[in-house]
């Protein structure tokens, strides 16, 4: 593959413009969304490897459990240990848990096993990971200590090195024989990130630590509204020890555990240095339910108060203390609360009500707080601007779009008033022909070089905008991609119980976030050839330039959306340059993805560019995403 070219006739021309004066780039320009969607956190991100641990999937049967051994027998029983764990697996021989798809079975790895155990026989509860067949024992231990009380016992399981990789395990109980033992939460660990207690899969955080996000959008999306009222995310039910947390029925079809709460949250965020923004529920469910603005609404809005008061209040307030004896004696970062996600759904037209109440009751006690409206902007036209009551410091904008469209939208930004609210993209995605809400989709689940390319060149416009663009992030984050896995079809990042994939947006994404500036360089493109889908036409390149004033570090973006290799002259004006500089070049057919088979199918590769100056060649592959790191002076 060839970087760097000669001259040809009539190449399409970059102008890099340092003598008109760029924009600053917000420092929160790159970061992540996530919602329990896709299996993301149980089944995914968080590290619990045994399903349905706590006996509440199913109030009839213990889905996810199996008898094992002859003779055995398993029952459910409302006769739990806690007010939030009600139910009690009854166990007579032996029990089996199916886990998410299997467990990650690895050499030489220790996983933390604990239950919660009653029984009126005191001898030990054997514990195995093994294969499904039963033939293959990966690792052994007992739970000691049985009584007649309800106790939470611990043990670890250790496999040997000569343990291939597998997802062919099951986690199996058994007792003495004769005996009866009941079980409640009972909970299995691999080693997690940064070895934090009920913490996060480790392979995971480090592809979401290696895209440098600056903040971490959470709880969602659709679960912070679940489909009615009573499914709502409550945070007050998230934090505290894991057996006093009920869990919830999730929007997508499954239940949460909820072990990944918003202490868990937090700590995420800190685990990859990136800022909390807190989506607060704001009186608005997704079957249609919604609070009346008024005395119907205090309590949610004293709710979202609470809340933030764990964030980052004082170990002397009620919620502050609760973080501290949660084991964060220091307030997380806190600078953005987001109210509600999506009111433009909100077909009753309450939200601008309810966003009043709650931006008011945040502004009095937290001034310094920076408010998110979920309308606004140009994506719900007319529903709160001109005629807003109160404004925002920033509009969520979301967009979900076929890639033509989403390449289309590069310019999107260079319209929008400089005076009004910033804009925070916070969710969006491209998709290939299909949408990703649709059933029966045969694309994804994650998405192929086409999205990636129509995705950066939406970026190039969010970067040239990014005085009215503050924050954006990708989503749906995370997938499953097991059958039954998933209920999105586009999706960043793939996995099953051991391994994982980045897809192509992946790395288009990463590539973007680890080589921004400070401040933006103008950029203009002339002799761009076009490309066309037969019914309309558009730009076949697309650009963008940012600059780290401190060192002379300069970033230019280039997407090459046609079919064939660009020829490109780069022009940089008003500034000196090193003679040499890198390129890193994504580039595929666009139906190539990833995959747990070939996780590496397409990924960016590096080259060194010699015989930089002021006006120097690039010969750009073709469906390609190149990003070019200079040194200049002025």
Avoid at 52 to 64: C, I, S
Avoid at 112 to 135: F, N, R, Y
Wanted: hydrophobic fraction near 35%; proline fraction near 8%; aromatic fraction near 10%.
């Amino acid at each position: 593959m060839i970087f760097f070219a000669q001259p040809v006739p009539h190449p399409a021309q970059l102008t890099i413009d340092f003598t008109h004066p760029g924009v600053s780039v917000s420092p929160n320009l790159y970061g992540l969304m996530t919602e329990e969607i896709n299996y993301s956190y149980d089944g995914g991100l968080y590290g619990e490897l045994i399903r349905n641990r706590a006996f509440l999937d199913d109030q009839k049967q213990p889905a996810h459990w199996s008898p094992q051994g002859q003779g055995s027998a398993i029952s459910l029983e409302k006769s739990g240990p806690t007010v939030a764990r009600p139910m009690a697996l009854r166990v007579k021989g032996g029990a089996a848990n199916d886990g998410y798809w299997g467990f990650p079975v690895t050499p030489r790895t220790d996983y933390q096993l604990s239950a919660w155990v009653k029984s009126d026989s005191t001898g030990p509860i054997l514990a195995t990971l093994e294969s499904v067949s039963g033939s293959t024992v990966y690792a052994r231990a007992s739970l000691k200590g049985v009584t007649s009380n309800w106790q939470n016992l611990e043990t670890v399981l250790k496999t040997s090195s000569g343990i291939k990789p597998t997802t062919d395990a099951r986690l199996v109980l058994r007792t003495a024989p004769g005996t009866t033992i009941l079980l409640s939460q009972v909970s299995l660990f691999p080693p997690t990130f940064k070895r934090r207690p009920n913490g996060n899969r480790r392979d995971l955080m480090k592809m979401l630590v290696d895209m440098k996000p600056q903040f971490l959008r959470f709880p969602g999306g659709n679960y912070l509204e679940g489909n009615t009222l009573a499914d709502r995310y409550a945070f007050q039910n998230t934090v505290g020890p894991i057996e006093s947390r009920p869990g919830h029925l999730s929007p997508w079809g499954y239940r949460s555990t909820d072990g990944m709460g918003l202490f868990e949250f937090l700590l995420w965020s800190e685990e990859m240095r990136a800022k909390p923004l807190l989506a607060v529920y704001a009186g608005y469910a997704l079957k249609g339910e919604y609070i009346k603005p008024g005395p119907e609404l205090t309590p949610f809005v004293q709710d979202a108060l609470d809340e933030i008061e764990y964030v980052i209040g004082g170990a002397g307030t009620k919620w502050g203390a609760q973080r501290v004896k949660d084991g964060h004696p220091k307030p997380f970062p806190l600078e953005c609360v987001e109210v509600g996600n999506e009111d433009g759904f909100d077909k009753s037209g309450s939200y601008e009500g309810r966003f009043v109440q709650f931006y008011d009751a945040i502004k009095l006690k937290y001034p310094n707080l920076k408010v998110i409206s979920t309308t606004g902007g140009k994506d719900w036209p007319g529903l709160m601007f001109p005629m807003v009551q109160r404004s925002p410091d920033l509009v969520d904008e979301h967009y979900y779009s076929e890639c033509w469209d989403m390449m289309a939208m590069a310019t999107r930004f260079d319209g929008y008033s400089r005076t009004g609210p910033k804009v925070f993209v916070g969710e969006w995605a491209a998709h290939d022909l299909v949408a990703p809400w649709a059933g029966e989709n045969p694309n994804g689940p994650t998405p192929n070089m086409r999205c990636a390319i129509a995705e950066a060149a939406f970026m190039t416009g969010l970067e040239r905008n990014s005085d009215v663009v503050a924050m954006s992030c990708y989503a749906p984050l995370l997938v499953n991609v097991n059958p039954g896995g998933h209920q999105w079809a586009i999706n960043l990042i793939g996995y099953d119980a051991l391994s994982s994939f980045g897809s192509p947006s992946y790395y288009a994404q990463t590539m973007f976030a680890n080589s921004i500036g400070n401040q933006t360089v103008p950029t203009v493109l002339a002799n761009v050839p076009m490309q066309t889908d037969g019914k309309r036409s558009q730009s076949g390149l697309f650009a963008s330039a940012t600059r780290k004033t401190a060192t002379g570090a300069l970033f230019v973006k280039v997407v090459n959306a046609l079919s064939t290799p660009q020829d490109i002259e780069l022009n940089i004006k008003g500034a000196s340059v090193d003679p040499t500089g890198t390129i890193s070049v994504l580039t595929g057919d666009l139906k190539a993805m990833n995959s747990l088979a070939e996780p590496k199918n397409v990924v960016p590769k590096t080259k060194m560019l010699t015989g930089v100056s002021p006006s120097f060649h690039c010969m750009l592959p073709p469906n390609s995403i190149s990003v070019i790191k200079l040194r200049v002076g002025r």
